[in-house]
């Protein structure tokens, strides 16, 4: 056994040992809340899968995408903190700035793939929401112009900033992304509430029994539209106030809201679709119908009511 003894500052190894503590926090989070994302995946894959529409091909292609974006993130964050750990370990040994440690360049470039990789999600997933809005709003173009165009705004921010790893980026424009992404959620899900409430206003005009059936359809999607925005919306905003925390238990708290916000993207859509599609397979809307999509939950009601609805 060597009797080799090494000698480092105390100030600098709390630091570094603070900011490897927060890391393992974010990733064990992350794994935790992948766990679940995994569970309501085959909740979701298995009815859909079972019955194949030309129309569910490309949610079913989404729903793919989004699984492999959270695993790669996912094993990507926990190589990241094996990579910090080994310069740990290296620090003890002779102290070496962590910029000029061959490890940096490694960690740099996983840490830049995840960023990546959430933007992209988060593209993918607000886009998920667009055409969840676009199909219950009879398609029309004009209604997701502006929160397509917000939908942009918030993605490419984040994108130049997962480029550059925040380096060069004010705090105010590293909130932009952050702040972007709450106010499309906000008006995504208030033009698709707005309608579901609406399609609900004529149903009762043209439905002699408006029955307690409907009245069921219609709240439980304007409960699960609710419910996944304002999840999402919580999400982003605890986000946009932890930004600024970089140090002791703020730091904690803000990598944990990070993990979170890593599988939170993928689970509030997956969520969404398991509640409609079993909604949809409890009878109470039936699975050959045209017009009957998981992305608008459930069968609202009537032909004739969605017909005069346009």
Known sequence: MSDTNYTIDAVRFDFVCEQFFGLMIETSASFILYGFYVHYFFSTIRPLSRRITKAQIPLLIAIWVMLLLGTTHAVLGFTRDILYFRYIQKLVRAYIPWSEDPLFRKYNILAMTQNILFAANNLLTDTFLLYRCYLIWNCRVRVILIPGMLMI??????????????????????????????????LLTGLIAGRVWWMKHEVSHYTETYDSVFRTRYGTAMKIILESGALYCVTSILLTVTTPLTTGGGWYFHSILFALGWQIVNIIPTVALVRGTQHSEDGESSPGEEGDHPLVFVNLGPRSANANST
């Open 153 to 186: 705004a918030a993605f490419v921010p984040g994108l130049l900033q997962s480029l550059v790893l925040n380096y060069h980026f004010s705090l105010l424009e590293s909130l932009s992304t952050f702040l972007m992404a709450t106010v499309t959620n906000v």
